[in-house]
């Protein structure tokens, strides 16, 4: 599985971070920082997502109340939002 970030989305609630320790707060920006994550596009941030992470990041993916993270699945499926 996969996680990406849309960085410039994020409203910075951090509800991500108290679901996945591969969320942290950026409290001088005001937003969320995608552990590990690489800039793949100007503000999208993607990695891959620990096996034993995944039950995790899809409940921080849920709690972003503005749909900044995706989390896509083995094939490049988008499963959530």
Do not use: H
Not at 18 to 47: C, P, S, T
């Amino acid at each position: 599985m996969r996680v990406e970030f849309d960085r410039d989305t994020c409203i910075g609630m951090f509800q991500c971070t108290a679901e996945w320790d591969g969320f942290e707060e950026d409290n001088d920006a005001g937003k969320a920082i995608l552990v590990d994550g690489e800039e793949v596009d100007a503000d999208l941030f993607a990695r891959e997502i620990p096996d034993d992470a995944e039950l995790d990041a899809k409940f921080a993916a849920r709690s972003c109340p503005v749909d900044a993270i995706a989390i896509y699945d083995d094939d490049g499926e988008q499963i959530i939002p």
